[in-house]
């Protein structure tokens, strides 16, 4: 007797889909399921980012669930495709790019669009296996959670589902799939490839699509076009001012990472700096130094005047476009200095308090003192009068004591409760830390995985205390310098 293999079901979680990136065409995608991950089981999921969709506690663990975002049975009303970009690599025009190994399922009819990482080869591979490790799924997962929890603009991760399937990278790992939220997944590098092709049409139909969905305040405009594109420079300064302010170094600031929303996007090579060490280099396959920790805003910079050179064929006024980038470096300069400012508690920063700023990083810079215990030892030591901690910090205690002197005597123009309140709400105590990421990892091998739950945690909250878990708001082991992170992490 024969036997019949029958197509899995579609598994309804309750998503209400509407046509989204889909409605463009088909020259901007490639409409494919993605490929079945043998035997998945859950890693994370976020419940916050599960609300943000409208699921509930019985959907978010339902085994359908599991098998849907593994890539083993379609979701109900989604329509998988992979989208193709271009883009400049390490700043040198790499041409057609696009999925490699990410899937959208669609938009929801809330304006979210879902997406698989690590769910098969697409079109554009370019020869890779287009999966995820668990290495790299955990990573991502927990990186889009701790930024979310920053208040910085990102991405969001749903959950990681893995498998015990191998998968080659420097040495044999295990395959997973994260789920990734957003708006958009629109990156500069889709309208550079329409126009590094000539096709001005499928261009005009994309930066007409982004602003109806996305910049709706553009459409009136004389230069539509231009409008966006300041638009989307403003968005990107004003998101450089909060990896600036935070510490946090990108690694791999490509075209095609770049998100058309300001969004940070794409967690490879990421890292929050220990040490301040502002020329700090956290890509290992970065041996330029291209995407150094203080390059990061003159990157943004060149990328957008990537995107502009793509938007130029519409925009057709070589001074509109230069002009929508001009706001730029000052935009980005005033978001730093009111991001640094409320790090000290200033809730009105002025251009002299720069000095201030340029003083106290200087003295961080001179030491290599570690960036976040710094910030939150003297939201503290503002808080209780006592500076015992901020300078037990320092081995040459004379240029802090001179500093705190300084900044005590800024701080009598406000009002002490005020600044203590802004201290501790934008200095965290907890950052996603390469060891502590490294260290749930290692333990996920192993198939423990409270460690990511734990650090979900305090990502979520960072500014809270949670005082049970102290031991991962402290400073790094000596281990921890020798991680090496590259574009495979």
């Known amino acids: ?84 970009y271009s883009g400049h690599q ?62 910085i603009p990102t991405t969001r991760a749903l959950c990681v589902t893995g498998s015990d399937s191998p998968v080659r990278r420097e040495v044999m790992e295990t395959a997973a799939v994260v789920t990734r939220v957003a708006p958009s997944f629109i990156r500069f590098g889709h309208f550079e490839h329409f126009a590094s092709q000539g ?17 709706p305040n553009c459409l009136g405009k004389e230069q539509p076009y231009a409008a966006l594109l300041q638009e989307v420079s403003q968005r990107t300064a004003v998101l450089l001012a909060h990896w600036q302010a935070i510490g946090f170094c990108h690694g791999v600031m490509n075209t095609d990472n770049m998100s058309i929303l300001g969004l940070t996007l794409d967690y490879g ?13 956290c890509n290992h396959s970065d041996t330029q130094g291209r995407y150094a920790f203080n390059r990061q805003p003159s ?36 978001a730093l200095l009111a991001n640094l400012g409320a790090k000290l508690g200033l809730q009105s920063p ?68 005020r600044v203590t309140s802004l201290m501790l709400r934008t200095n965290p105590k907890f950052v996603l830390r390469n060891y502590l990421g490294e260290a749930a990892i290692r333990q996920a091998s192993q198939g423990d995985y409270s460690s990511v739950a734990q650090l979900l945690q305090v990502l979520e909250n960072p500014y809270d205390e949670h005082p049970s878990l102290e031991h991962m708001a402290g400073f790094p082991p000596d281990w921890a310098s020798s991680i090496e992170i590259s574009c495979s992490s």
């Open 299 to 334: 990157v943004a910079y060149w990328n957008l005047h990537c995107l502009a050179e793509a938007l130029l064929p519409l925009i057709n006024d070589q001074d509109a476009a230069l002009a929508a980038l001009e706001p730029f470096k000052q935009d980005f300069s005033e």
């Open 269 to 281: 090579p990421f890292q929050f700096l220990d040490a301040y060490q502002p020329a700090h280099i």
């Open 90 to 151: 390490f700043g040198v025009w790499a041409g057609q790019l696009g999925d490699g190994r990410a899937l959208l399922l669609g938009e929801t009819e809330e304006g979210w669009e879902i997406q698989l990482k690590g769910s098969g080869r697409t079109p554009y591979s370019r020869m890779g296996d287009g999966r995820a490790v668990l290495r790299s799924s955990i990573r991502e997962f927990l990186c889009s959670e701790a930024m979310h929890g920053l208040g």
């Open 350 to 417: 002025t251009h002299e308090d720069r000095l201030l700023i340029d003083a106290a990083l200087q003295l961080l810079a001179r030491e290599g003192t570690d960036y976040t215990i710094f910030w939150r030892r003297l939201s503290h030591c503002i808080a209780d009068n006592d500076h015992r901690s901020v300078r037990d910090l320092f081995i040459d205690p004379a240029g802090i004591n001179d500093w705190l002197t300084t900044y005590q005597r800024r701080l009598e123009k406000e009002d002490h409760a």
């Open 199 to 215: 096709d001005y049409e499928s261009l005009r139909h994309l930066a007409d699509y982004v602003i109806s969905r996305y910049y």
């Open 1 to 84: 007797m024969n036997s019949v293999t029958h197509a899995p079901l579609a598994f309804d979680a309750g998503l209400r889909w509407q046509t989204g990136y889909a409605r463009l065409g088909e020259n901007f995608f490639t409409e494919l399921p993605p490929q079945p991950l043998l035997d998945p089981y859950w890693v994370a999921r976020s419940a916050s980012v599960a609300s943000l969709l409208g699921l509930d506690d019985e959907a978010l663990s339902h085994p359908d669930l599991l098998e849907a975002l593994s890539g083993n049975q379609p979701l109900a009303g989604s329509q998988p495709i992979s989208t193709v």
